[in-house]
């Protein structure tokens, strides 16, 4: 039989590590800590394969426990996944800017959290989220500098858009976009996490993550990849870089 995996969920709120450990429990063995300090002293000991935790917490915070933990070279490949206390656009940059390799929103759906952690521990060493192909002009502001590029592909998390020139890694940038078939366009800001040179080949690029970004859109464009599921044939491909990790 092989050995069950191991999941730290991290809450000062009783009710929310019940909900978790209850929820998670046909995943794996399910740990708890009402706290970061806590927390930190059971990755450290367990070892698990995937921490659950939430955002905003009395001492350290989610995300500054995220941050240690991705500077720890013997944890950090431990996928961590921040829980906000709201849809507030603000508290999700907040998670994304410290590594948190997913964020998800209270009040917790039971389905999306069961798939965002199974995910990681299908494959503990997968980043990229499901993508998709997507056809759509973006708009593109950098400070007081507007252009328009041209997404490609969209997943829950980033999108990757061709445009020339194309802003310097880590460049935050606000986008403007719609989604093929819904009319209402949706904003966001993002950070550039990888570049696509301009070739003979091929326009310039750019792996764009999403940073404040409300639920509300992150549902619309779930809704998108869920529908482009079902009416293509085949598997959705996943994505294997770090456009939108």
Same mark, same amino acid.
């Given at each position: 039989?092989?050995?069950?995996?191991?999941?730290l969920v991290?809450?000062?709120?009783?009710? @929310?590590?019940e909900?978790?450990?209850?929820?998670?429990?046909?995943?794996?063995?399910? !740990?708890t800590?009402d706290n970061?300090?806590?927390?930190?002293e059971?990755?450290?000991?367990?070892?698990?394969d995937?921490?659950?935790?939430?955002?905003?917490?009395?001492?350290?915070?989610?995300?500054?426990?995220?941050?240690?933990?991705?500077?720890?070279?013997?944890?950090? &490949?431990?996928?961590? !996944?921040?829980?906000t206390?709201?849809?507030?656009?603000? &508290?999700?940059?907040r998670?994304?800017?410290?590594?948190?390799?997913?964020?998800?929103?209270?009040?917790?759906?039971?389905?999306?959290?069961?798939?965002?952690?199974?995910? @990681?521990?299908?494959?503990?060493?997968?980043?990229?989220?499901?993508?998709?192909?997507?056809?759509?002009?973006?708009?593109?502001?950098v400070?007081?500098?507007?252009?328009?590029?041209?997404?490609?592909?969209?997943?829950?998390?980033?999108?990757?858009?061709?445009?020339?020139?194309?802003?310097?890694?880590?460049?935050?940038?606000?986008?403007?976009?719609?989604l093929?078939?819904?009319?209402d366009?949706?904003?966001?800001?993002a950070?550039?996490?990888?570049?696509?040179d301009?070739? &003979?080949?091929?326009?310039?690029?750019?792996?764009?993550?999403?940073?404040?970004?409300?639920?509300?859109?992150?549902?619309? !464009?779930?809704? @998108?990849?869920? &529908?482009?599921?079902?009416?293509?044939p085949?598997?959705?491909?996943?994505?294997?870089?770090?456009? !939108?990790?």
């Open positions: 039989m092989e050995p069950r995996h191991t999941i991290i809450d000062d709120a009783s009710m @929310f590590r909900l978790g450990a209850l929820f998670l429990a046909r995943s794996g063995r399910v !740990i800590a970061c300090d806590q927390g930190l059971a990755l450290r000991r367990e070892r698990p995937v921490v659950v935790a939430d955002l905003l917490m009395p001492g350290m915070s989610g995300d500054a426990l995220c941050q240690v933990v991705k500077a720890d070279p013997d944890l950090c &490949e431990t996928p961590v !996944i921040l829980v206390s709201r849809d507030d656009a603000a &508290e999700r940059a998670a994304v800017r410290s590594g948190a390799d997913d964020v998800i929103a209270k009040p917790i759906s039971r389905l999306a959290l069961i798939q965002v952690v199974n995910r @990681f521990l299908r494959s503990p060493h997968f980043r990229g989220l499901t993508r998709v192909a997507v056809e759509t002009p973006v708009r593109i502001q400070n007081n500098e507007h252009a328009v590029g041209h997404a490609r592909n969209l997943s829950r998390s980033g999108i990757f858009v061709e445009a020339d020139p194309t802003p310097a890694l880590a460049t935050e940038v606000a986008l403007r976009f719609r093929p078939g819904v009319s366009p949706l904003a966001t800001t950070k550039v996490v990888w570049r696509r301009h070739s &003979e080949a091929a326009l310039g690029g750019m792996g764009l993550q999403f940073l404040a970004i409300d639920r509300t859109s992150i549902r619309r !464009i779930e809704e @998108f990849i869920y &529908e482009f599921d079902l009416h293509t085949g598997p959705l491909r996943p994505g294997s870089d770090a456009l !939108i990790s």
